[in-house]
């Protein structure tokens, strides 16, 4: 990391992907798996909370780097840490978002929420195992809706969606529940239309849904979902059209 860069960051202060700490302990795992779980990230040790570089050098810096790299080697699955370099007084640990979540430290599971690291319960952890957050916006490519209409569908606030399409936060329970109705649907769509004419259909207001459109059908918290699936289903076998 160039001495530019450090100012720059230190300077933007804590966030999403960057963590202050005074000195360096073992408990930086905590650290190095919330970076990976969420979307990678750069620790500062020797950087008080106050953005203020401390007056003391590191000493004995390779084994301190052997020290981190072990650390990353200790979590479950292995963390590979991207680069660790020193800038005057202050050593930059920087990890990249990982491919294998979810990871974990001795002291448990870890992610990144806003500035703060924080532990996850157990019934967190399971989402970190979902493809949700990377691919809301092909669920909105394939519904061809947007945001707000996503949003609806799911029950939640537009910035919310906006939220996991950033993979800065994670669907909880009821909306992963809503993700693999909407899931069944796009598959009923994908074996009766192709892509562009399922967003046609979608939008078209329809006879047997009293002259709404099935999208507008199946906003409002997701009520209709099934009914939609019918129609399509009946539309398969010839039954209406």
């Known amino acids: 990391m160039k001495p530019e860069e450090l100012k720059l960051l230190i300077a933007e202060g804590e966030c999403l992907t960057v963590e202050f700490k005074e000195s360096y302990s073992s408990k ?8 990976s779980n969420t979307k990678g990230g750069c620790l500062l040790l020797g950087v008080g909370d106050n953005g203020k570089i401390i007056n003391k050098k590191p000493t004995k810096i390779n084994r301190l780097k052997a020290e981190i790299v072990n650390i990353g080697q200790n979590c479950e699955p292995q963390i590979n840490i991207k680069e660790i370099s020193q800038v ?4 930059a640990v920087e990890v990249c978002e990982g ?4 990871y974990s430290c001795s002291e448990g599971y870890f992610r990144r929420l806003d500035a703060v690291t ?3 319960t157990q019934k967190e952890v399971p ?4 493809p949700i957050t990377k691919e809301v916006k092909q669920i909105r490519g394939f ?7 996503l949003a609806d569908i799911v029950g939640v606030g537009t910035r919310t969606i906006v939220r996991w399409e950033h993979n800065e936060s994670h669907p909880h329970q009821l909306a992963i529940e809503k993700f693999r109705k909407i899931e069944k649907l796009i598959q009923k769509l994908s074996e009766v239309f192709e892509s562009q004419q399922a967003i046609e259909w979608l939008n078209t207001p329809n006879q047997s849904l009293g002259g709404r459109t099935p999208l507008k059908k199946i906003m ?3 009520e209709g979902i099934e009914e939609i699936i019918n129609l399509l289903g009946a539309i398969e076998w010839g039954i209406v059209t």
Do not use: W, Y
């Open 143 to 149: 519904l061809g809706c947007s945001q707000e209409t």
């Open 220 to 222: 409002h918290n997701g």
């Open 28 to 35: 930086i795992s905590r650290d190095i798996v919330a970076f």
């Open 127 to 130: 989402l970190l195992h979902t």
């Open 118 to 120: 924080q532990k996850m």
């Open 99 to 102: 491919e294998e979540k979810p």
């Open 88 to 91: 005057g007084n202050v050593v």
